[in-house]
């Protein structure tokens, strides 16, 4: 399988390439290194061969970087030629990011999305699977699942159904094979460059820094390991045009704030021998009280369940951050 993945450096990204071992499959990555450095590229292993002039990397036959904006076509349609699939993992993430910058998120997530659609019409890739989010729904009461009318209150939120919506239009008036996952709020290896509650939480425990509660912290998240993620991602790369649509992808589980920072306290105690300072502040625009995930048409459809539990995920991941903060390369 020739597979082209668009973020494929970012944190998703890092673990579905990692999850391509042994799957017999041919990357080949578009990412414009906005979420780090050529540097740290190392997860892969050493460079076989770089290109400068081409902004290319090249590691083996099976893995290739391009790097380049999402919303170049030109670029993009470079790396789709003869391509059997594409995973667009490309976008601005982060509600508060979307805050401050709008327009910008309006541009990476929307104007992304549809060109990386165009240049699946244009060489007739088989299937394209987007990353969408459940800030698309909005402040709706859960379970979130795909039978709700979306009101986004972000902007982050509002580019994710916009490009739900383009995957619609693409569907419906080319018949490309697209489909949008609704990825709940993901944690995991290789995440320090997020800003995400867990990242957020774990990197302020380990440089000392007290963390902040926006809240009373009763608010609640639905907290999906990367590895469960990159599952559901292979699973419907896998059903080719018999799913469609909209999917929610979640753990299915609802966990408070104030439990995720007594679970991170306790594993914090443990590795390092302190907890952390904890402050309180006025609750944040656009980000919902409650969320979590009806999964039951994932499961139905994509033949997808998540496997790992909170506690497990917590631990590996806390333990993947202490690991890179000991050696002084925190972001790798």
């Not at 673990?15 to 290194?33: E, K, P």
């Not at 003869?82 to 601005?92: C, E, I, R, T, Y």
């Not at 401050?100 to 890739?125: D, F, I, Q």
Request: hydrophobic share 40%; aromatic share 6%.
């Amino acid at each position: 399988m020739k597979l082209v993945v668009t973020g494929g450096c970012g944190f998703i990204g890092r673990n579905l390439i990692a999850a391509a071992h042994g799957r017999s499959v041919r990357l080949r990555v578009i990412d414009d290194l906005s979420a780090g450095t050529d540097d740290e590229l190392g997860f892969l292993g050493p460079v076989v061969r770089l290109d400068p002039a081409a902004n290319r990397y090249t590691w083996s036959d099976e893995i290739q970087i391009l790097k380049a904006d999402v919303r170049d076509l030109a670029a993009v349609e470079k790396v789709c030629r003869g391509a059997d699939g594409v995973v667009h993992l490309a976008a601005s993430t982060g509600i508060p990011d979307s805050l401050e910058k709008p327009l910008e998120h309006c541009s990476s997530n929307v104007l992304g999305t549809a060109v990386v659609l165009e240049a699946c019409r244009r060489h007739g890739v088989g299937r394209c699977v987007v990353a969408s989010s459940a800030a698309a729904v909005g402040d709706a009461t859960p379970p979130m699942h795909e039978g709700l009318v979306p009101s986004p209150v972000s902007p982050y939120g509002a580019s994710k159904l916009a490009a739900e919506a383009y995957c619609s239009a693409y569907r419906g008036a080319f018949g490309l094979s697209a489909v949008a996952l609704r990825f709940s709020n993901v944690y995991g290896p290789h995440s320090g460059h997020k800003t995400s509650v867990v990242a957020r939480f774990i990197t302020a425990i380990l440089d000392g820094r007290t963390l902040t509660i926006y809240g009373d912290g009763h608010q609640t998240r639905d907290l999906l390991y990367v590895r469960d993620l990159t599952g559901a991602i292979w699973a419907a790369l896998a059903t080719g045009r018999t799913a469609h649509g909209v999917y929610q992808i979640g753990s299915g589980v609802e966990t408070a704030v104030n439990d995720l920072l007594g679970r991170l306290g306790d594993l914090a105690e443990a590795r390092i021998g302190r907890r952390p300072r904890v402050e309180h502040r006025l609750p944040r625009a656009g980000e919902v009280e409650r969320s979590f995930a009806d999964i039951s048409r994932a499961r139905a459809d994509l033949g997808w369940a998540p496997s790992t539990p909170v506690a497990r995920g917590l631990e590996e991941t806390f333990d993947w951050f202490l690991e890179q903060h000991r050696h002084g390369t925190r972001w790798v």
